[in-house]
């Protein structure tokens, strides 16, 4: 009958429709998941990629400013060593030639004016004996110009001994300083390799978020259609037959009511 054509359609059609409605909505709820995961992941790529920016910058910054001020202090270093060396050659010559000097005059046994051509009664050189030099300040003079000298030696050594030292932790510091600013520049390049992936999965997934949607709207209209026809009658299957039954029964009945001809065959009966 129509009322059970009717009914095997809309329990197809309601079917079909509800399972479409979940199956789309299922997909949108999905889609909005990915889409939400997609962008915290976004954020947290752009807020990387900022702080190594900064961490990079500050870094060069630090490595320039020190390689500036190592190239000064070696300047300095290399000035003070080449003047402690050239005071300390001085002074070593100084020592050397007054070394001689008195050594030669402790030597001498008798003063040149013994064989100066002056008379016997005159008062000769004007000191008794040989001259010598004067033998107790030349170890004053000589002892004094050791301690110069032995300063200029403590000040070229320890001044090497710094440039050492100052060269080591340099090179350390230059190493360490390059690998990290390298380190985090990958670092940055594959974050922004992932930033731009993650920008175009974000894009894709609106479209096709937009596409589960317009589906699940289509399914939801497809339900709505249904639901006057096959849902919303708040009536059995026995209760509509007989409604309908009813229905068709009151309509021949006013069908006759107007055939006052009597043409149709059911009127003819009555």
Do not use: W
Not at 171 to 183: H, L, P
């Amino acid at each position: 009958t129509a009322e059970a054509t009717k009914k095997g359609f809309c329990d197809t059609e309601v079917s079909k429709a509800e399972e479409e409605r979940a199956y789309r909505l299922s997909d949108v709820k999905k889609l909005m998941v990915e889409l939400e995961a997609l962008n915290i992941k976004k954020d947290e790529l752009e807020t990387e990629i900022e702080v190594l920016t900064g961490e990079v910058e500050t870094l060069r910054d630090d490595l320039n400013k020190t390689t500036i001020q190592r190239k000064v202090e070696r300047e300095e270093n290399i000035q003070t060593m080449k003047e402690a060396k050239e005071g300390l050659a001085v002074v070593k010559e100084a020592i050397t030639i007054l070394k001689a000097f008195y050594s030669k005059s402790a030597r001498v046994k008798e003063s040149f004016a013994q064989f100066s051509p002056v008379d016997e009664d005159t008062q000769g050189a004007g000191f008794d004996g040989a001259y010598r030099g004067k033998q107790e300040s030349s170890k004053g003079i000589i002892g004094m110009l050791e301690v110069i000298a032995s300063d200029f030696d403590r000040s070229q050594r320890h001044t090497d001994e710094a440039e050492a030292k100052a060269h080591a932790d340099f090179v350390e510091f230059d190493r360490t300083a390059r690998a990290d600013i390298s380190g985090k520049e990958t670092k940055r390049t594959l974050d922004e390799e992932d930033l731009k992936t993650t920008k175009n999965s974000i894009a894709s997934t609106m479209e096709d978020l937009q596409t589960q949607q317009n589906l699940l709207d289509s399914a939801l209209a497809r339900v709505e259609e249904l639901k006057p026809m096959c849902i919303d009658t708040g009536m059995s299957y026995e209760d509509r037959v007989a409604r309908r039954e009813e229905e068709i029964a009151a309509l021949k009945t006013a069908l006759c009511i107007l055939d006052t001809n009597v043409v149709e065959a059911e009127c003819q009966q009555r």
